[in-house]
């Protein structure tokens, strides 16, 4: 350890650490704007500047390592001013729209603004630039005239995903993040993750908000508007509401939605249930038949695209079913209709989702078993948020109630589908079983779990070793196709999401500032509120659901039939 003073005081720090983490464990909260650890390490936005005695300037906390004896000032007159004259500096270019914007309330330039007692926000008012808003992407949202350009999406665009769609073009006071050749966003190969906009920290990024048509679906007497919700939002959606990271909300999100006016609350749980039982079934088709392996999961839309236009020659890996959200609504629309009597013209399905590629997948091909889309808008965790907050319900006091039934019934498998590793872990439960025909004595499969950005273990089942890996994360998703496809690497199976940690992790879920970030495991508390879901579970593997049951005995015969594949699979574009 290191012996420092912050402030006049004396405090003993780990070797290593920054200024801005030693000041941390002083209790002292020095603001960031451009520092994302580990993505965006530039210390170039000069909010996070500290007085440090000897030095011939102010220094960037983020990045200046602390040495033994340093005596560091948090707090001074020089470090206030300077900090409240980058934020007069920003706002002198910035559009400020604060009453309108998404982000009024949760934004972190308006934190600092307010924090920094900046008030005079035309302080250096004079030229301004204007940019046009693209609107381009199927899920997005750029407004460039709220950016301030602290690079953290196109960082976590370029490390996180190895897409780097964005950047920083032309310099001095035009600088602008955009793509390359100013072209518009929707024209480039972006997978639509919304890392970007779960990173940004201000109103510049956000999704496509469709609250407007769901709210019109609603008021509509004609429709049967049917909602489902994916594995993750129950893990985050609490934290719009100021809930803990990582509390489960479960109960009181069906309470809200059914109140919003939905008339039946479903569970996209039950269809990660059903896709255990095509995809399991695919599996041992595929191994046991010579097919192409290794056969990689399908659930993610952020990850087909990135497999679409980087790794085109391993589409005839993926396999080959739909997501559970896409079929969700081919079983609500063909199965659940016949049963209800209602025509699938006059439904309409809502889904809620962690993620904004879901806005993008709704639109695919071949997304249509009763001849009209199978889902037919998509809205993230924050949509909903908005929702609630809208029409006026009090989230916290809410009671809890369940899911509607038939597609409200799922497994504990169902629920872990949100964090990394949960869609191997289901179809392991499955796979294993259906291969040997007994009943699995130990259900989890600790391998697979956890944050890790790539992980890999080999399960021995009916005489035979089962080779299974999982990414998260597009770059960690490149790293293990090019070890495949070099023949570095032997698997069977791969579990592979777009978004770093899984869908908990989506770019769609409710945004904490860098402040939270960079210093939670933000990841490991959302996934942790479905493991304990599974674990407290009566039920914990797909092909137990009694409703799953029904569904392939009434509907669809066995998993992998003619009528499964026309309502429940896909085709990829190469
Ligand atoms: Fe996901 Fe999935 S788990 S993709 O991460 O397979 O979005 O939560 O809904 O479709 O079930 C997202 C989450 C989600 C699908 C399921």
């Avoid at 002083?26 to 210390?43: F, M, Q, R, S, V």
């Avoid at 429709?223 to 985050?236: G, I, L, M, N």
């Avoid at 039934?405 to 504990?412: A, C, F, M, V």
Wanted: a negative charge; one cysteine or more; proline letters at 4%.
């Amino acid at each position: 350890t290191l012996n420092i003073k912050i402030n006049g005081m004396s405090y003993e720090v780990p070797k290593g650490s920054t200024i801005l983490e030693a000041a941390k464990q002083a209790h002292i909260d020095i603001p960031t704007l451009c520092y994302l650890k580990e993505i965006n390490e530039i210390g170039a936005c000069r909010i996070c500047v500290v007085e440090v005695k000897g030095a011939r300037s102010l220094v960037a906390s983020c990045m200046h390592p602390v040495a033994d004896g340093m005596e560091i000032y948090t707090n001074t007159p020089k470090v206030l001013t300077s900090r409240k004259k980058t934020l007069e500096l920003i706002l002198s270019d910035h559009d400020r729209k604060c009453l309108s914007c998404v982000r009024s309330g949760n934004c972190e330039l308006q934190k600092l603004c307010n924090d920094l007692k900046v008030d005079n926000e035309l302080f250096y008012e004079g030229e301004r630039t204007h940019y046009t808003v693209d609107d381009t992407s199927p899920h997005m949202v750029r407004d460039n005239n709220k950016c301030i350009i602290c690079r953290r999406c196109s960082a976590v665009c370029e490390k996180v995903q190895s897409i780097g769609v964005i950047g920083a073009n032309d310099r001095g006071f035009i600088t602008n993040i955009s793509c390359a050749f100013d072209m518009d966003l929707g024209e480039t190969s972006c997978v639509s993750c919304g890392q970007c906009i779960a990173v940004c920290p201000t109103g510049a990024l956000a999704e496509k908000d469709y609250t407007e048509e769901v709210f019109a679906a609603l008021a509509d007497p004609d429709k049967y508007v049917f909602v489902q919700t994916a594995p993750a939002v129950r893990a985050a959606l609490g934290e719009a509401f100021g809930l803990p990271i990582g509390t489960n909300v479960e109960g009181k999100m069906v309470t809200a939605l059914r109140r919003l006016g939905f008339d039946k609350v479903f569970d996209t749980n039950f269809a990660a249930d059903l896709t255990i039982l095509e995809e399991a079934h695919e599996l041992l088709d595929r191994v046991q038949n010579n097919g192409v392996l290794p056969l990689i999961t399908s659930c993610s839309p952020g990850w087909i695209k990135y497999c679409e236009h980087y790794y085109p020659d391993m589409i005839d890996n993926l396999s080959s079913c739909k997501s559970p959200q896409q079929m969700f609504g081919a079983i609500t629309k063909t199965y659940l209709a016949e049963k209800l009597g209602i025509n699938p013209e006059d439904i309409v399905m809502v889904s809620v989702m962690p993620c904004t590629a879901k806005k993008f997948e709704i639109g695919r091909e071949n997304q249509n078993a009763a001849g009209v889309p199978d889902v037919d808008i998509s809205i993230t965790t924050r949509e909903l948020a908005r929702m609630i907050e809208r029409v006026g319900l009090n989230f916290l006091s809410l009671p809890d109630e369940g899911f509607d039934d038939p597609l409200g019934r799922s497994t504990g498998a169902g629920v872990i589908f949100g964090a990394t590793g949960g869609v191997m872990e289901a179809a392991l439960r499955t796979a294993v079983e259906t291969l040997t025909g007994e009943e699995l004595k130990n259900l989890d499969f600790t391998e697979v779990r956890g944050t890790q950005g790539i992980k890999e273990a080999t399960y021995r089942a009916a005489g035979m070793d089962i080779n299974v890996a999982v990414a998260s994360g597009l770059s960690n998703a490149r790293k293990l196709l090019d070890d495949v496809k070099s023949g570095k690497a032997n698997y069977h199976f791969i579990e592979i999401m777009g978004c770093p940690g899984g869908c908990v992790n989506g770019g769609g879920q409710p945004q904490q500032p860098a402040s939270v970030r960079n210093f939670t495991d933000i990841r490991t508390l959302r996934a942790k509120a479905l493991y304990d879901q599974d674990a407290a579970s009566e039920l914990r593997k797909s092909h137990e659901n009694p409703n799953i049951k029904m569904l392939y005995d009434e509907y669809l015969g066995k998993p992998g039939s003619h009528k499964a594949h026309d309502l429940l699979h896909t085709t990829y574009v190469k």
